[in-house]
């Protein structure tokens, strides 16, 4: 068995032409070629390390688990200061379509050619907040290539949800929490309320009509990154679980086997 202290972190820089810019980002892996990998992106990746206690949860889960160490691919990218995060993590922002573009057209494409890994069992996002809003439009846009999405407190609008209408969800495996008190959240940005357990509501019943399997929980409060970092060994459990059958990817282009045809 591997033991955690295999899991080695790379520290890159990515430059986006859709964007304009150099973006940080972080790489933890074992250093061996991994087999069947479960790659996630975690977007605010530098928050979640510094301020989130990934790298304790982390290690927790690789400890009490050490199998994972074998599949583990994560993937922390970080959008730069407060105002460039808004600007691209919220649907209101000058370069959320460019964002979404960078990820989906020249970032995920990059990362996947250079992991060394022999098939990706499960790809998933990871975001807190807005991050967890451009989590959910990254994955609509593609639907088919994700098998999971962890979700805490995102801050997303009815644009964000409506998005998702008709669209097959059966694919995607959902973690989902956000405090009950978090309606009262003003944004520092844009000065808005967000009503972020009302939308949650409303993206929870949007998920479950679709069909994607959702693990969904409500807990006595706001909107806090001490409540995330709580609640990410949970969240990260979730993540670590045995795929389902039918997650057996190989690319950015497969698309899950048709249920009729396993059946």
Request: charged share 25%.
């Amino acid at each position: 068995m591997k033991e955690l202290n295999t899991l080695e972190k790379y520290n890159q820089t990515f430059y986006s032409s859709h964007l304009q810019k150099t973006l940080n980002y972080m790489v933890l892996k074992t250093k061996e070629k991994i087999e069947d990998a479960y790659v996630l992106y975690v977007q605010d990746g530098r928050d979640y390390w510094e301020l989130g206690g990934l790298e304790k949860a982390v290690q927790n889960l690789v400890r009490e688990n050490p199998e994972l160490a074998q599949h583990l691919v994560f993937v922390l990218i970080h959008p730069g200061d407060s105002m460039e995060r808004w600007e691209s993590f919220s649907r209101k922002g000058a370069s959320f379509q460019q964002y979404l573009r960078f990820m989906n057209e020249e970032f995920i494409p990059e990362i996947e050619r250079n992991i060394d890994v022999g098939k990706i069992r499960k790809r998933g996002l990871l975001g807190d907040s807005l991050a967890g809003n451009i989590s959910l439009n990254i994955a609509a846009e593609k639907p088919e290539i994700w098998t999971h999405l962890l979700l805490q407190s995102p801050a997303v609008s009815d644009e964000d949800i409506g998005q998702l209408e008709d669209v097959n969800l059966s694919g995607w495996d959902v973690y989902q929490s956000v405090g009950i008190y978090e309606d009262e959240f003003v944004s520092s940005i844009s000065n808005e309320k967000l009503y972020i357990l009302t939308k949650n509501r409303q993206l929870h019943q949007t998920f479950l009509s679709n069909k994607a399997k959702v693990n969904y929980i409500e807990t006595k409060d706001e909107h806090l990154w001490k409540v995330w970092e709580r609640d990410l060994p949970a969240l990260l459990e979730f993540w670590g679980q045995v795929p389902r059958p039918n997650e057996n990817m190989v690319g950015l282009g497969a698309c899950p086997p048709d249920p009729a045809k396993e059946a």
